[in-house]
């Protein structure tokens, strides 16, 4: 596709629910990275994939936080029994190259209401 | 820990005139600097950068400065226009580092 492409949109979870968030990388970028925006905060790093290695998890909050790339193209972020705490805006980004900031694509997040 | 702030969570300026945006970072190992602009329901997109080796760069009507020794940097947009109204995130970056520190943001809003 011609971005980074997000899905849902929109998600509204219970607490206590599993959620999974999809990424859809721009075709051929080899990094990508999960980032999660608190309302009123800058987006914080969660997650770094070269491929399908998982090379950096050091920002997950926690072990209910899994994120997985099999492939090396689609990624998923997984949210295991949802806290009020973990509403955000998750956002995905994707580059050729790791460390190319100027040529990190966001997508548009998907913003996770946990009720 | 923010390392990096964004003091200023809303600026409001006149169509034609200059806004500066402040941006203050607390971690000396950071040594390439970014400011990413959204606007609402898409995600950040990048603007401009400085590596620390430079204390001015420019881009059409952006220009970032770095005073390294404050650990500050700013954002000059010369002349506001409307479509600049959007959200401008500082952030930063070790060099040989992937992983970015971003700021709380700044809404900036161009009054015609």
């Known amino acids: 596709g011609a971005g980074v492409s997000q899905s849902p949109r929109y998600k509204v979870a219970k607490r206590g629910q599993d959620v999974a968030l999809r990424c859809d990388p721009i075709?051929?970028?080899?990094?990508l990275f999960w980032y999660q925006q608190a309302l009123g905060q800058g987006p914080e790093f969660l997650t770094y994939?070269?491929?399908?290695?998982?090379?950096?998890k050091s920002g997950l909050p926690s072990d209910r936080f899994f994120a997985e790339r099999p492939e090396g193209s689609v990624s998923t972020l997984k949210i295991q029994r949802t806290q009020q705490e973990d509403s955000a805006v998750y956002l995905c980004?994707?580059?050729?190259?790791?460390?190319?900031?100027?040529?990190?694509?966001f997508g548009s997040g998907t913003q996770l209401s946990v009720l | 820990d923010q390392q990096v702030k964004q003091n200023s969570p809303s600026l409001s300026v006149q169509e034609g005139r200059i806004s500066i945006l402040n941006c203050d970072y607390t971690?000396?190992?950071?040594?390439?600097f970014l400011w990413y602009k959204k606007y609402p329901a898409e995600g950040p997109t990048f603007l401009i950068s400085?590596?620390?080796?430079?204390d001015k760069n420019e881009d059409g009507r952006f220009t970032v400065f770095l005073n390294k020794s404050a650990k500050h940097l700013s954002l000059h947009i010369v002349p506001s226009q409307p479509g600049d109204s959007a959200v401008y995130f500082c952030?930063?970056?070790?060099?040989?580092?992937?992983?970015?520190?971003f700021g709380a943001g700044t809404t900036v809003t161009v009054r015609a």
């Open positions: 075709s051929g970028h080899v990094s």
């Open positions: 400085i590596s620390s080796i430079k």
């Open positions: 980004a994707s580059s050729l190259v790791a460390g190319e900031s100027e040529k990190l694509f």
């Open positions: 952030a930063a970056r070790r060099g040989d580092d992937y992983k970015l520190s």
């Open positions: 994939f070269q491929n399908e290695a998982q090379l950096d």
């Open positions: 971690n000396s190992m950071f040594d390439y």
